[in-house]
């Protein structure tokens, strides 16, 4: 457990809470039962509730796992009262952690500035960090889509069947994991009547960095999704170049086979063979034979 206290408000984060640390935020902060049980381990949904006097928050943030190599969430529960921030989460969060190196630091305007005002403020500045690292991690997916695009027009198609999957994979979990964002923050601007009266500009501002950071991931959805269609129609162009090829290669193999079969034919009597040059006669009715058929196969523009 990691404490800042200041005049003004007092900042509880917690890490993986053992029982110890539950209690004491049963017995020093009259944290409900309820939510003591559900604090003991992760949950899959985001809410808001309010009980007696303190407002609990389940929020969760996209993460980029690079094993995986997509977006994965990671849940960190909030219990806001007039005077104290008690943040729990279960595993390490970057922005999370630089934003409370900075908080606990003496030196600079981080302390004095978000320290010194009230409970909402802290919260609304950690939450804007929280935005700015998923804001971030949108860049590199733009990058890694760039990428993507520029491989596609280079001719590698195929290569990019499974770049796009988990491109595609990676912005949908992104989405899934921050949508329900929307519904929580707009519970929590309908309960400002429990902060500062200037909460409600400040929870306003959130759901604006929100939005914003929702429609820079839609984009990139919709332009994974028009990527996936642009390298599928030329894999089906590539695809339908090559039956083609393989179609006429068969079309025209296919009466040089029949004419040298027939040549083959062990009869009495057979045209053109036992004449002088026969072979090469045969061979050159077969060369103005596929002529023929290639410039059929031109004057319908099929090559």
Not at 98 to 123: E, M
């Amino acid at each position: 457990m990691t404490t800042i206290k200041t005049p003004n408000v007092t900042w509880l984060d917690i890490k993986n809470p053992s029982p110890k640390e539950l209690k004491y935020l049963a017995e020093n902060y009259s944290v409900h039962p309820l939510i003591l049980e559900a604090l003991a381990k992760p949950t899959v949904r985001s809410q808001a509730e309010d009980y007696n006097g303190y407002v609990y928050l389940v929020l969760h943030f996209p993460v980029f796992n690079r094993a995986k190599k997509v977006s994965e969430p990671v849940e960190v529960d909030f219990i806001l009262t007039p005077d104290t921030l008690i943040s729990v989460r279960y595993e390490n969060l970057e922005p999370l952690e630089n934003f409370l190196q900075k908080c606990k630091s003496p030196a600079g305007s981080w302390r004095a500035n978000i320290l010194s005002k009230g409970t909402i403020y802290l919260f609304y500045y950690l939450i804007k960090e929280m935005y700015s690292f998923s804001l971030r991690q949108l860049d590199h997916m733009d990058e890694k889509i760039d990428a993507i695009e520029e491989a596609i027009f280079s001719g590698h198609h195929k290569e990019m069947l499974l770049a796009l999957s988990l491109a595609r994979s990676d912005v949908l979990n992104f989405l899934r994991t921050l949508r329900p964002q929307s519904s929580v923050l707009e519970s929590l601007l309908a309960r400002t009547d429990s902060f500062e009266n200037k909460a409600q500009p400040y929870l306003t501002d959130l759901l604006g960095e929100h939005r914003r950071v929702l429609d820079q991931a839609e984009n990139n959805r919709e332009t994974i999704e028009g990527l996936q269609t642009t390298n599928a129609s030329l894999l089906d162009h590539k695809t339908g170049e090559i039956m083609k090829v393989l179609t006429i290669m068969a079309f025209v193999t296919f009466p040089l086979t029949l004419l040298a079969n027939i040549f083959s034919m062990n009869t009495v009597v057979m045209p053109i063979a036992g004449q002088p040059y026969d072979f090469w006669i045969i061979i050159g009715i077969m060369l103005l034979a596929v002529a023929l058929f290639f410039g059929f196969f031109k004057s319908k523009k099929w090559l």
